[in-house]
């Protein structure tokens, strides 16, 4: 059996010329074994180098998409078209030198890697809408993103104006409905709706809202102002019709059975809609270390696809006549394989539940093939796939979290696979069943510990224990109980399945709640800059390459690389964009010093700096302006009126202005409606009686962003 799934690439093509040719020994009765021998294992050693660099292949495309996307500007097609071709001349010119071929490959990978985002930009790209529209339009429903008894919110495109009114030139939209019957993809409805633009982002290196919207080819966000109506149904046919359908009606079997909140949960797990998991359910999964539960993902596809593949193995060597002719084997694998992609359809299809259907595919097909499955080399593979189909899924924590877990997982079952005991007694599996999860908690938490802190400014001290405790419910009863009901749906016979799987849910929120309240002092995280996250790739890439115990090499080195280079400090200053929210740095913290004390913007920025933001900031006001000043050190004014920038320009350190800034008020930071409208949330940094002034959006020269 070889060693890996093969997959013809450059990298394995053999050198020609005479610097790299790899020529067996002359035919000759006087040759030595040892010669042969050692002839045979330096070749062998080339093909093992060849496919260890294979799998650099994807970490170097990253690189090429994060280099184009933090350019100030797109860059010539002339310049982009003329790269490409020098890089063809290079592969064919250094087809004779071995490691010249591996260079000139890399940087292949890395600018095709810095294309795809471009070329994705070309074809599923939109205009973005700079200002309000109001009226009457016809728009045809394409996604059903969320769904409550209340409001739906819905991905719509071919807008067409009713009556006269204003066009929308964007490709998509995503819209708010409240009040409407249940739609479903390709319903035609008209009525009347409010488009806006798409919000940037409201912490700086945070999501960014626009950027992928744009590449997911929304150009607006809105919603309806009276509930719409239906004037064209779409065709029962339809795929995205037919899946919509399938998964509102498990769905609707969930909700009649189970009451909240395992019904959420199960609904997460089953078809990936967490609309209905609430807050606080979230909260104490995430500090349980089990959030990875409520997305679809490697855990509840190898579950459900290895289940399938068992069970259809064990079945089918039953029958004597069929095993003695065909592998039962393949046909389970091709058994599981059909289950991977049913989940996958009804699940929503995320990042996470698209790299782990690609891995079980590839790994029944290594079945098929009789290849050995989990490899590094697969992981690439299927990471190259999701980045040339959606290069913009890289810079998404669900990309990022599901890739970091799986490469650490099969980093060390490549370290660790010879050192599993070949004793088949039930004590011995038992402990290897525990000590995988043990395994599995820790390496796939220490993967993911970086971008969890990054993006949620999370962390799970106690996740090995929550996993712990609850992998075993997730993995004997929840997941089988659901994958059982979905198929007894069709019979009306699902009841008793998924009551065992909402007392499943139930135990298991039990003992993550208990496990979040040991963890309740042990959840300080640091906030980290986007330098970490390249630190982190590196690490990744390292662990991926290496073998043996060099692999640890990386993420050892990240570490203090990440203290020294790439952990903050809050801010001093938090200035919304869209609304008039002010946080500036108190006595207790950040302390609110203008706007409603409930905001998105405030939400978010309370979650990332760890800050409740509750109390008012001391300050004196009067109709003109609000003037105060911070325990760190400055003092700052917010203008409501012109008639205020007299008195206060040129005395207090920061002026944000609520009105036009007229042109002689240019000393100390001032920060006008114009600079908001065009950079979105600012955020300030006192030191050594200087502002270091970090708007959230620095590059409008892009086409996601929308200039004023």
């Not at 599981?336 to 097909?365: D, E, H, K, P």
């Not at 299927?382 to 189909?389: C, E, M, N, R």
């Not at 075993?472 to 059982?484: D, E, R, Y």
């Amino acid at each position: 059996m070889s060693e890996t799934l093969e997959v013809p690439s450059v990298l394995d093509r053999p050198a020609l010329g005479q610097s790299g040719r790899q020529a067996l020994p002359p035919a000759s009765t006087t040759a030595s074994p040892q010669g042969l021998a050692g002839s045979l294992f330096s070749s062998g050693r080339r093909s093992l180098e060849h496919r260890r660099l294979f799998v650099l292949l994807p970490f170097v495309g990253v690189g090429g998409v994060i280099a184009y996307a933090t350019l100030p500007a797109d860059p010539p097609l002339p310049l982009i078209i003329g790269v490409a071709a020098l890089i063809v001349l290079g592969e064919v010119a250094s087809l004779r030198w071995i490691v010249a071929l591996r260079v000139v490959t890399l940087v292949a990978a890395a600018w095709t890697g810095f294309c795809l985002l471009p070329i994705h930009g070309a074809l599923f790209g939109t205009n973005m809408l700079t200002r309000p529209v109001y009226g009457e339009y016809r728009v045809q429903v394409d996604e059903i993103v969320e769904a409550t008894a209340d409001e739906q919110r819905v991905v719509v495109s071919q807008i067409e104006p009713v009556g006269g009114g204003r066009s929308v030139d964007v490709r998509r939209a995503r819209v708010l409905i409240k009040g409407a019957a249940a739609l479903a993809p390709t319903d035609v409805i008209t009525g009347s709706f409010r488009f806006a633009a798409v919000p940037g982002r409201v912490v700086r290196g945070g999501y960014d809202t626009q950027f992928q919207s744009y590449f997911d080819g929304i150009g607006a966000y809105g919603n309806s102002i009276h509930p719409p109506a239906v004037v064209a149904t779409g065709s029962d046919g339809a795929p995205q019709r037919i899946v919509s359908s399938l998964r509102n009606g498990i769905a609707q079997r969930i909700d009649a059975v189970l009451p909240e909140p395992s019904a959420g949960v199960a609904r997460a797990i089953i078809n990936g809609d967490q609309s209905a998991v609430s807050d606080d359910v979230r909260t104490t999964m995430a500090t349980a270390g089990i959030a990875h539960v409520l997305s679809v993902s490697g855990l509840h596809l190898t579950i459900v696809a290895g289940g399938v593949f068992w069970i259809l193995r064990l079945l089918l060597a039953g029958f004597e006549g069929l095993s003695s002719r065909v592998s039962v084997k393949r046909l389970a694998a091709l058994g599981g394989m059909a289950a991977a992609l049913f989940y996958f359809a009804i699940s929503g299809g995320n990042v996470a539940a698209l790299r782990s259907t690609l891995m079980i595919l590839l790994v029944f097909g290594a079945v098929l093939f009789g290849r050995r499955a989990l490899t590094m080399r697969n992981v690439a593979i299927a990471g190259l796939i999701v980045i040339a189909t959606d290069p913009a899924s890289i810079f998404r924590p669900s990309f990022q979290l599901s890739f970091a877990a799986v490469i650490a997982l099969v980093g060390a079952y490549e370290n660790l696979r010879n050192t599993s005991a070949r004793d088949s007694g039930l004590v011995v599996h038992l402990w290897g069943y525990v000590k995988g999860i043990v395994l599995t908690s820790l390496i796939a938490g220490s993967a993911t510990l970086l971008f969890s802190i990054y993006h949620f400014q999370q962390t799970s001290p106690l996740g090995v224990v929550g996993n712990l405790a609850t992998l075993p419910l997730v993995g004997f009863i929840m997941m089988p109980a659901a994958a059982v009901a979905v198929l007894a749906m069709p019979f009306g016979l699902e009841r008793p399945f998924l009551l065992a799987m909402g007392w499943s849910v139930d135990r298991m929120l039990d003992m993550a709640s208990l496990v979040a309240s040991w963890s309740t002092h042990l959840r300080a995280a640091p906030l980290l800059t986007p330098p970490a996250l390249l630190i982190g790739l590196a690490a990744l890439a390292g662990f991926a390459f290496f073998k043996d115990r060099w692999r640890l090499a990386g993420p050892a080195l990240a570490v203090p690389l990440i203290i020294l280079f790439a952990v903050d400090r809050p801010p001093d200053v938090l200035v919304a964009d869209t609304t008039r929210a002010v946080a500036v740095r108190g006595a207790e913290g950040l302390e609110l010093a203008d706007g409603k004390p409930q905001s998105f913007a405030l939400n978010v920025w309370r979650d990332t700096y760890a800050d409740p933001i509750s109390v008012a900031a001391v300050q004196s006001c009067d109709a003109l302006a609000c003037i105060g000043t911070s325990v760190a050190g400055f003092s700052y004014a917010i203008v409501r009126n012109v008639a205020a920038f007299a008195d206060e320009c040129g005395r207090a350190d920061l002026i944000i202005a609520r009105v036009a800034v007229p042109i002689w008020c240019n000393s100390g930071v001032v920060i006008g409606p114009d600079a908001l409208e065009a950079h979105g949330v600012h955020s300030l940094r006192w030191q050594n009686g200087h502002f270091d002034v970090r708007p959230a959006i620095v590059n409008l020269d892009r086409p996601w962003r929308i200039r004023p």
